[in-house]
């Protein structure tokens, strides 16, 4: 009995002792929000983004930097046809947030500037953290946007 009292005890106390380094290497493991930050500039405003964590984004974020025109469609978003597929795994949001960064089909990415419901299916890429003003900067017609991985500070 005390021989397995005395384990017990041992066991508890290891277990005690990695807890903290458990809980650090799991934060690591799901990698920081730096890791995912990009600043999506358009004209002279520039806007904090984060990916999603899937495959899909880890695709754009290899196409990165990457500064394209993208072309008005539907009064709500704003579109480009990438020249490459990415890996897509589209779902049916039933609403679109301004700010969604989201990809159609397997190639074409699509900025999201106003909110509606919707009944097509997406690739979620990303978000913008905080959309305000976005409507303004994409202005009317097509625009060009600038899509780059955020550095640390």
Do not use: H
């Amino acid at each position: 009995m005390v021989k397995s009292y005395a384990s017990v005890v041992s066991l508890v106390v290891a277990f005690a002792l990695a807890w903290p380094c458990a809980l650090a290497a799991q934060r690591t493991e799901r990698g920081s929000t730096m890791g995912n930050a990009l600043t999506i500039t358009i004209g002279d405003k520039a806007f904090g983004a984060t990916l999603s964590d899937n495959a899909t984004a880890a695709a754009f974020k290899a196409l990165l930097p990457l500064s394209v025109n993208m072309s008005e469609l539907n009064g709500n978003e704003k579109l480009y046809r990438l020249p490459t597929s990415l890996p897509a795994q589209p779902s049916r949001p039933a609403s679109i947030q301004n700010g969604d960064l989201m990809l159609y089909g397997e190639s074409t990415v699509v900025l999201f500037y106003k909110s509606f419901a919707t009944t097509y299916s997406y690739t979620r890429i990303g978000r913008i953290d905080d959309p305000a003003g976005l409507a303004r900067a994409v202005a009317d017609g097509s625009v060009t946007v600038t899509f780059a991985v955020r550095q640390a500070k």
